[in-house]
């Protein structure tokens, strides 16, 4: 049975990842951290085994710690981590450098899966969006993403790992052909560039559309989350799946399984 400790237990996708591992009796929900108020942290349930602001104290209990609090709990949750050589999901975005560097460090102790969505349907349209920039290496690409209201980041995470993708099959880095802003006396558009445009509006889960567009015909790829359950039921596959893992930084590709590139080791 592998145990789980959940960082960020108050925030929303903490709580529908709680809801996830109970409806699984396969599992075993450790405890979980919060450092809010004791009402934010009674919404783990009464089942939870273990809470407590005490990252340390849970983290030598668990086999895998799944953390969707906030970037700026990121290097306390891989310090515990590493001290307790336990593996960890991080799916917290809006990510630094240094969190990315940090992240880095702690996969040459342990097992890290860091990742902008753990949706399993993402990170199939990540795979086709690879293939596709690939195969048409001077098709235009617009990435829009759609979210509700409250999400401050933009463009999204997802939409920023999906345009990554299709810079990487072309043999790119994202910067080098990330499309400016528009602008009416702005240069004409180079081929082969990766715009982005995002929508905040009411209560939307998440959507992402990837256009490639070429002379004469377009590929549109779409995906679109109808519920936060989603990305809980990922998150779930994800901790299970990196429990016992070698030291390594991993994606949800690796999760996806046959066709994935494997680990990327520091």
């Not at 990922?234 to 399984?257: I, N, S």
């Amino acid at each position: 049975m592998v145990r789980i400790g959940v960082v960020g237990s108050g925030g929303r996708m903490g709580k529908a990842i709680i809801a996830a591992l109970h409806k699984d009796k396969s599992l075993h929900l450790q405890g979980v951290v919060e450092r809010g108020d004791a009402h934010e942290r009674g919404a783990a349930g009464p089942s939870v085994a273990r809470v407590t602001s005490e990252l340390d104290v849970l983290a030598v209990e668990c086999d895998v710690l799944v953390d969707f609090s906030h970037a700026d709990a990121v290097p306390a949750t891989l310090a515990a981590a590493r001290r307790a050589r336990v593996a960890v999901v991080i799916g917290t975005t809006g990510l630094s450098a240094a969190d990315h560097a940090a992240i880095d460090a702690a996969a040459r102790d342990i097992a890290v899966l860091q990742t902008a969505n753990t949706s399993v349907g993402v990170a199939v349209l990540a795979r086709l969006v690879a293939n596709a920039a690939a195969a048409l290496p001077d098709w235009d690409i617009d990435i829009v993403d759609l979210h509700h209201r409250g999400k401050r980041d933009a463009p999204s995470g997802t939409a920023l790992a999906l345009g990554a993708a299709a810079a990487a099959a072309r043999g790119l880095a994202l910067a080098d052909v990330r499309l400016p802003s528009h602008s009416a006396d702005g240069p004409v558009r180079p081929r082969g560039t990766v715009g982005f445009a995002s929508l905040r509006a009411g209560s939307t889960a998440g959507d992402h559309m990837v256009l490639f567009a070429g002379d004469g015909e377009r590929i549109e790829l779409h995906h679109r989350a109808e519920s936060r359950d989603i990305f809980a039921a990922g998150a779930v596959r994800a901790a299970v799946w990196l429990a016992g893992r070698p030291p390594g930084r991993y994606t949800m590709d690796d999760v996806l399984g046959p066709g994935a590139a494997g680990p990327t080791r520091p």
